[in-house]
């Protein structure tokens, strides 16, 4: 099993701030890595697949990179909408998600 | 307008046999792949399994021995049984449409089974 490990758990951020979240797997998953967006309450949203392609209706705020074993979702400037739990995952053998992050309000 | 509606027991007792279904709205059936993905309470996510139109499924290894996921193409459905479940089968269940080549790409509401006695 590819184990994907998120840091930071949590940060403590303000809005307008650029925020860089990071993902690392356990192996190779080639650009096989998606992030979601997760709010109280409500389902998981795709933000970014392959990576880097913002999936539709994505702000262009919301960008990824990386490949191989090293991937980072960056928010440029942070949005009140954006506060949410993000997590990775990866469809490279399976799939697996990371643990999340947490974005909260400074 | 694309729609997951999803269905099924809110409470279980140990060793009984969780089973949800989701009905599919606007979107072809036959040209997506349909998934199952769980998030107990405060934790993190777990892919359960997935199946195409023709019955096609592959599971997450740790749940195999007790997961099953069928379809029935006729109403546009798919449905997955976990038998002899346990307390840490508590979770909020969702049904997701994912392509082809393994992008979960939209999500059901959810819906929460509690395991208790």
């Known amino acids: 099993e590819i184990v994907l490990t998120q840091s930071p758990g949590t940060l403590s951020v303000s809005p307008g701030e650029r925020v860089t979240l990071s993902c690392g797997a356990s192996?190779?998953?080639?650009?096989?890595l998606a992030w979601y967006q997760q709010k109280p309450g409500q389902a998981p949203r795709l933000l970014i697949y392959d990576a880097s392609n913002r999936a539709t209706g994505i702000p262009a705020r919301f960008s990824g990179s990386g490949s191989g074993t090293d991937f980072t979702l960056t928010i440029s400037s942070l949005e009140p909408e954006d506060f949410a739990v993000y997590y990775c995952?990866?469809?490279?053998?399976?799939?697996?998600f990371g643990q999340g992050t947490r974005l909260e309000i400074k | 307008q694309m729609q997951l509606q999803q269905w099924g027991a809110g409470l279980l007792k140990p060793s009984e046999t969780l089973s949800l279904t989701c009905a599919v709205y606007g979107v072809s059936f036959s040209i997506y792949h349909w998934s199952w993905i769980r998030q107990p309470p405060g934790k993190g996510l777990e892919w359960i399994g997935e199946?195409?139109?023709?019955?096609?499924?592959n599971y997450n290894p740790s749940l195999k021995s007790r997961v099953t996921i069928s379809v029935d193409t006729s109403k546009n459905q798919f449905s997955l049984k976990v038998t002899y479940v346990t307390a840490a089968d508590t979770a909020v269940y969702y049904c997701?449409?994912?392509?082809?080549?393994?992008?979960?790409?939209?999500w059901g509401q959810g819906t929460l089974v509690t395991v208790s006695s």
């Open positions: 997701a449409r994912m392509t082809t080549d393994g992008i979960i790409d939209y």
């Open positions: 995952q990866q469809r490279s053998n399976w799939i697996t």
């Open positions: 199946i195409n139109h023709s019955g096609c499924t």
């Open positions: 192996q190779s998953v080639s650009s096989y």
